[in-house]
């Protein structure tokens, strides 16, 4: 599977609807799209996620649930090497 950099980019005046969503429905993620990490920008309106999946198109998905309230980058940064634990 392929690992992707996900920059989160809250609207002005969204960042506690944001966490009102997320905490009310959590990621929302599609099956096969899968979190493994996430850090906030410190007094930041950014959030950071390392995600992977095999199928690029549930970006998509995932992106139409939050599309009103941030911006989001996506960065492909390859694949996990077999065997490897590190994240």
């Known amino acids: 599977m392929k690992q992707y950099m996900v920059i989160e ?8 609807k944001v966490y009102e969503r997320f905490h009310a ?13 996430s850090w906030l920008e410190k ?3 950014r959030c950071f996620q390392l995600m ?3 199928d690029f198109s549930l970006f998509r998905a995932w992106l139409e649930k939050w599309k009103d309230l941030l ?9 996990k090497p077999h065997g490897s634990n590190d994240a």
Do not use: H
Not at 71 to 79: A, D, M, R, T, Y
């Open 9 to 16: 980019t809250f609207f002005p005046g969204c960042k506690e």
């Open 25 to 37: 429905k959590g990621r929302m993620l599609p099956q096969g799209l899968v979190y493994l990490d």
């Open 43 to 45: 007094d930041g309106d």
């Open 52 to 54: 992977e999946t095999a």
């Open 71 to 79: 911006s989001v980058e996506v960065i492909e940064i390859g694949e």
